[in-house]
């Protein structure tokens, strides 16, 4: 991944495979940066409900590991 609009391309893609690519290529740093702003996403109400289904699905693959997509 190039830049920053890849990375989270990729990170709510919904596809498990591009979703772990994209996470295993950030230090530990942005790694948290980024789970914290899915938590953000998929509990505040300002995000678009897409939005909220990616971030969600994003998380699910980062944190244990499932491969959940949906198209």
Same mark, same amino acid.
Request: proline letters at 3%.
């Given at each position: 991944?190039e830049?920053?609009e890849?990375v989270?391309d990729?990170?709510?893609?919904r596809?498990?495979?591009?979703?772990?690519?994209a996470?295993?290529?950030l230090d &530990?740093? $942005?790694q =948290?940066v980024v789970?914290s702003h899915?938590?953000?996403?998929? +509990?505040?109400?300002d995000?678009h409900?897409?939005? &909220?289904? $990616?971030? =969600?699905?994003?998380l699910d693959t980062i944190?244990?590991?499932n +491969?959940?997509?949906?198209?």
């Amino acid at each position: 991944m190039e830049n920053l609009e890849e990375v989270w391309d990729a990170l709510l893609s919904r596809q498990s495979d591009l979703i772990r690519q994209a996470f295993d290529t950030l230090d &530990q740093a $942005s790694q =948290k940066v980024v789970i914290s702003h899915l938590h953000r996403m998929v +509990s505040e109400p300002d995000w678009h409900p897409e939005q &909220q289904i $990616s971030a =969600k699905i994003a998380l699910d693959t980062i944190e244990t590991g499932n +491969s959940v997509e949906l198209h």
